[in-house]
């Protein structure tokens, strides 16, 4: 779910600009950061393991300084480890061309292309399906304009792209239009951005959504879009859900739709449909907060903080290995006991995955006092493994793939527990069934799914892969 950003610039600090805009999509990735600067046809990149602030200092920025164009890029991983050769933007050099890439997303047929490229004894120097990207566009002979369409009629999967040559920053979308790209202007120039919130942040409008498999080009004379591959999906894109159930900054708008409001709605749609009788409504905060706010309104039940957030603690969903989930959650939060004592708590989130989060919540609550726990869950259960760019991992460390509400319900330790329905979640998006990615709440995919990504998973290039998970 990595953010990316591109802008096109003379005569401004693009670097600090894409140094603004990674911190507002940080939360889209926690592993590393990275920023390319064109200057003169000549790029430079600065890229390292650790979040944006961690990476880039003054010292650093200015040696990115100055730059007509560039490229940034926060990563959360979904094909290969968390390894400085993985961070990306990904720089390539080849016959007369150096690119550098920033990618959201996760390729389905990375292994083919990558033994492919192999036989055309084409060096890959990283385990991530990113350089893959890179590598077809390096090896186009056309202008960087025909090497991205080409390269876009080869890979398959979800992927939001930003490439930079000397000249030009290029961003296009895949043709499900799985993974979302705006495009926006700062004072006449272009930008790329995975977000709205990353355009507010630098002080750009948004101009429009790039739609499914289209390709905007950042450049000298201005932006073109021009759809470079035929868009799939018949309702012109297959949006990821869990863009409007979790990922997405509440501050940003996607398809039309601010999603703070949809997820306002998503709590009063699961009151309505859930409903039970309680003494408070708390969120987990902060991405059940909306939800939990929309149930308290709709039900009547008052809403009140119950839980304390450690702001220095990232998002445990998106650590990249389940040890570092786990000992994130007792940092994150802390019960407020005098709202908590002696009531029966109505608990809103936004998801529950492999339940390790929820069960030490669960566990946490009662010991703060509560006399009953009930989990209402702003979305549909969670029953089918992602393989466009979230890390959900396998079927069977899905908490409820296998399990009844009722049973799932039993392994949190949890009074009660009830979903919104798939009904709810999708008439919460204002948009019909048709313009969303639904696989991981249906087991129903847009795009084929090869063997060996689902059995190979994240670290199927990795040389020693049982150590590197381990």
């Known amino acids: 779910m990595c953010g990316v950003f591109g802008i096109h610039a003379p005569g401004r600090d693009v670097a600090r600009l894409t140094y603004f805009a990674l911190y507002a999509l940080q939360h889209r990735g926690q592993e590393s950061a990275g920023i390319a600067v064109a200057n003169g046809g000549r790029i430079t990149a600065q890229k390292d393991l650790g979040l944006v602030p961690q990476v880039f200092d003054e010292t650093a920025l200015q040696a990115l300084t100055p730059g007509s164009a560039a490229i940034g890029h926060c990563r959360y991983a979904t094909t290969g ?8 933007p990904i720089v390539r050099h080849r016959k007369g061309r150096t690119v550098a890439l920033g990618h959201n997303g996760n390729l389905t047929n990375t292994a083919a292309l990558r033994a492919e490229l192999a036989e055309r004894g084409v060096r890959l120097e990283t385990t991530s399906d990113t350089e893959v990207i890179a590598a077809l566009i390096c090896e186009h002979p056309g202008t960087l304009e025909e ?14 792209a930003v490439v930079l040559d000397g000249e030009k920053v290029i961003g296009f979308r895949d043709p499900d239009g799985i993974r979302p790209l705006v495009l926006g202007d700062l004072d006449g120039s272009p930008v790329l951005a995975s977000e709205t919130c990353a355009l507010d942040i630098v002080g750009a409008t948004l101009v429009r959504e790039l739609e499914a498999g289209q390709m905007a080009i950042l450049s000298t004379t201005g932006v073109e879009v021009v759809q470079a591959v035929p868009a799939r999906q018949v309702g012109g894109a297959a949006l990821c859900i869990f863009e409007f159930i979790y990922f997405a900054r509440p501050d940003s708008r996607m398809d039309g739709i601010g999603l703070h409001a949809a997820r306002q709605r998503m709590g009063e749609r699961l009151a309505a449909e859930a409903p039970i009788e309680a003494d408070v409504v708390i969120a987990v905060p902060d991405s059940g907060t909306p939800a939990a706010q929309g149930y308290a309104r709709a039900s009547g039940i008052p809403f009140a903080d119950g839980l304390v957030k450690n702001r220095y603690v990232g998002r445990t969903f998106i650590q990249p290995e389940q040890g570092l989930r786990d000992s994130g959650i007792t940092l994150k939060f802390n019960p407020i006991r005098d709202v908590i004592e002696g009531q029966r708590v109505i608990v809103v989130d936004d998801s529950i995955v492999r339940g390790s989060t929820t069960t030490k919540l669960v566990r946490m609550l009662f010991t703060a006092g509560a006399k009953e726990i009930h989990l209402r869950i702003s979305s549909p259960p969670i029953v089918s493994p992602c393989f466009y760019g979230i890390d959900m991992a396998a079927t069977s460390e899905l908490i409820a793939a296998s399990r009844t509400v009722d049973e799932v319900a039993a392994v949190l330790g949890a009074t009660s527990l009830a979903y919104l329905s798939l009904d709810g979640l999708q008439a919460s998006t204002d948009h019909g069934a048709d313009r969303f990615c639904r696989a991981c709440l249906t087991r129903s995919y ?8 689902v059995d190979g998973g994240r670290f199927r290039f990795e040389t020693g892969a049982a150590a590197v998970r381990a």
């Open 147 to 160: 090497a991205v369409q080409a390269a876009m009629e080869r890979i398959e999967g979800a992927f939001s």
């Open 81 to 88: 480890a968390s390894r400085w050769p993985n961070s990306q």
């Open 446 to 453: 847009p795009t084929a799914i090869p063997a060996d990504l």
